[in-house]
């Protein structure tokens, strides 16, 4: 019997990784020591959009559902993944594109749109050349009752807009978005798969990290 494939999608927490510009890194401490204390024992500080990450509504908007409010149906089940192959500058992903390429998406499905910015990890281009979704785009997605937005870039707004129109826009929906994928090269296009993204639960919080898989061998769970 073959064994399901399982893609971590997730990147590691370290303390000097690349971080949202403005943004602290995360701060790991030992309270205890094995060889001293019984036991390791460590204190992690970090923002809770750190990594790969869930942003609820409440990450832009007030009186909606937190990260503990999301049921997690909306983060697992089938998906759909758009594959950006063009050079990166920053700029935005319209619909006509989306569609030129010969993409299309059913209702209530996951959308993971897959920029290619993962060849720039850990470097300043990472934070600067990611393509975002334009409005046209943004609105067909909701028209399809998306159940979330997931995708391989750091924000679905350019870095330090003044507005976040797309959040606001998708989050304003109720959609949460998962944001710091990697590996998405490893899942088909346009195919329908499996995928999960596991916040903590963080009570009455804005987001939270996650541990996201996907399943590209499975395309519908029984």
Known sequence: ?????????????????LVYPGVERPVFQWLKRANSEVANVTKITMIAHTGTHVDAPKHFLDNVPCIDDIPLDRLFGTAKLFRYTQELHGQEITLKEV???GFDLDDNMIFVMETGIQRYAETRHYNELYPTPAKDLSEWLISKKIKAYMTDATSIDPVQTPDNA???????AGIPIVENLRNLDQLPANTPFVIGAFPLKLQGRDGA???AVALP??????
């Open 1 to 17: 019997m073959n064994e399901t494939r399982i893609i971590d999608l997730s990147y590691t927490l370290t303390t000097d990784m």
């Open 99 to 101: 569609q030129a390429a």
């Open 166 to 172: 797309e959040h606001h826009l998708i989050l304003g």
């Open 209 to 211: 990290p996650c541990r």
């Open 217 to 222: 061998d499975v395309k519908y769970l029984a």
